[in-house]
């Protein structure tokens, strides 16, 4: 079984429009990284929610990265603010590689960042330090919390984009 394939007892269950999007993301994350800047002040954009499934199980109890969703823009932050833990060389050609995801386990404190470079190198980065990968990640969420809530009460009821739509935003 897919060690990833857990997802957290309780927590929401993505449906297959969600997951869809969310793999939208991770085929499209150089784009949406390099442009960062055109889209984080909105927040439409910016709560986007990703399904990640960044939790392991262990006897059935989920132990997360992160919990999901997790939006996108806090999860592109924490990668752009926090070089030293979530970016890497890509081997092929020494450019900085933006991972669009992260897996790993927390027995054996690895995690595996997961990437592409722009000159089409696609992998995995192993690296310990499962802890402090998911404190930061984690920390970049809960400090979203307030931006979030203030977002819902001066735009009650109004949902956040999808990843498809932030596309066609920077087409
Ligand atoms: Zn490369």
Same mark, same amino acid.
């Given at each position: 079984m897919d060690k990833?394939?857990?997802?957290?007892k309780g927590g929401p269950?993505?449906?297959?429009?969600?997951? +869809?999007?969310? $793999?939208?993301? @991770?085929?499209?994350? =150089?784009?949406?990284y390099?442009?960062?800047?055109?889209?984080?002040?909105?927040?439409?954009y910016?709560?986007?929610? +990703?399904?990640? $499934?960044?939790? @392991?199980?262990?006897? =059935?109890?989920?132990?997360e990265l992160a919990p999901d969703p997790v939006w996108l823009g806090s999860f592109a932050r924490c990668t752009l603010e926090h070089p030293e833990l979530f970016q890497y060389k890509c081997p092929e050609c020494g450019n900085i590689v933006l991972p669009f995801r992260y897996c790993g386990s927390p027995l054996s404190g690895r995690v595996d960042l997961e990437?592409?470079?722009?000159?089409?190198?696609?992998?995995?980065?192993?690296?310990?330090?499962?802890?402090?990968?998911?404190?930061?990640?984690?920390g970049t969420i809960i400090s979203d919390q307030f931006r979030y809530t203030k977002s819902e009460?001066?735009?009650?009821?109004?949902?956040?984009?999808?990843?498809?739509?932030?596309?066609?935003?920077?087409?």
């Open positions: 990833n394939a857990f997802f957290r269950i993505p449906s297959n429009e969600q997951s +869809l999007d969310t $793999r939208l993301f @991770y085929h499209n994350a =150089g784009i949406i390099a442009r960062y800047d055109e889209w984080k002040n909105d927040d439409r910016y709560f986007i929610p +990703l399904f990640m $499934r960044m939790t @392991y199980s262990i006897r =059935g109890v989920g132990i990437g592409e470079c722009s000159c089409g190198w696609k992998g995995y980065e192993m690296v310990s330090g499962w802890f402090i990968r998911g404190e930061a990640l984690r009460l001066i735009h009650p009821g109004v949902k956040p984009a999808s990843v498809k739509e932030l596309l066609d935003y920077l087409k």
